[in-house]
T-cell receptor
Framework: AQSVAQPEDQVNVAEGNPLTVKCTYSVSGNPYLFWYVQYPNRGLQFLLKYITGDNLVKGSYGFEAEFNKSQTSFHLKKPSALVSDSALYFCAVRALYNQGGKLIFGQGTELSVKP | NAGVTQTPKFQVLKTGQSMTLQCAQDMNHNSMYWYRQDPGMGLRLIYYSASEGTTDKGEVPNGYNVSRLNKREFSLRLESAAPSQTSVYFC????????????????FGQGTRLTVV
């Protein structure tokens, strides 16, 4: 079965410092991986995805993610955090084959960036 | 371009009452989904519809029913609401699962915050 894990419920970072939000996955076959962000009382917004190709994927708002097949990880990164990056972040994997393309989500990581 | 629209945004129900959550998308997407979000549990799939006329159970379907009315609309019904169904509900849609566009991302509505007392 496919699954996604986000090992940290919360990540605290000072503004201007680099940030990493961790994600590991378990799939059979090639994974299709996504990161979404949720601001308070809002829906989920797409940040970036890995389908194939370069292991470093660049996305919206200066975020990037590094795909590591040997470690089955897809960590979200940003070189310099902003207070406005504070939000809930979700990693997800797309189900394969005849499942309507549904996404399987991790439990989410609350990112807090302090001035 | 409205994307995915959910109604209502907020709802309070008494135990045993019924209601239908509405969802519509204007992106001509084939697949639509209903998720619920609970603290510490991420988003869990309730039902999905891979195409007009088909629906399938997700991870937590008990207590819910769905209807894919047409390609645009996918509704979620609670026949007899229970306090355990207090949650935030999200509808989402995504494009084709085959072909060149098969890896497009899913788009989410703004959510319905449901409280069952």
């Amino acid at each position: 079965a496919q699954s996604v894990a986000q090992p940290e419920d919360q990540v605290n970072v000072a503004e201007g410092n680099p940030l990493t939000v961790k994600c590991t996955y378990s799939v059979s076959g090639n994974p299709y991986l996504f990161w979404y962000v949720q601001y308070p009382n809002r829906g989920l917004q797409f940040l970036l995805k890995y389908i194939t190709g370069d292991n470093l994927v660049k996305g919206s708002y200066g975020f990037e993610a590094e795909f590591n097949k040997s470690q089955t990880s897809f960590h979200l990164k940003k070189p310099s955090a902003l207070v406005s990056d504070s939000a809930l972040y979700f990693c997800a994997v797309r189900a394969l084959y005849n499942q309507g393309g549904k996404l399987i989500f991790g439990q989410g990581t609350e990112l807090s960036v302090k001035p | 371009n409205a994307g995915v629209t959910q109604t209502p945004k907020f709802q309070v129900l008494k135990t045993g009452q019924s209601m239908t959550l509405q969802c519509a998308q204007d992106m001509n997407h084939n697949s639509m989904y209903w998720y619920r979000q609970d603290p510490g549990m991420g988003l869990r799939l309730i039902y999905y519809s891979a195409s007009e006329g088909t629906t399938d159970k997700g991870e937590v379907p008990n207590g819910y029913n769905v209807s894919r009315l047409n390609k645009r609309e996918f509704s979620l019904r609670l026949e007899s609401a229970a306090p355990s169904q207090t949650s935030v509900y999200f509808c989402a849609s995504s494009g084709p699962t085959e072909g060149r566009l098969r890896h497009t991302e899913a788009f989410f509505g703004q959510g319905t915050r449901l409280t069952v007392v």
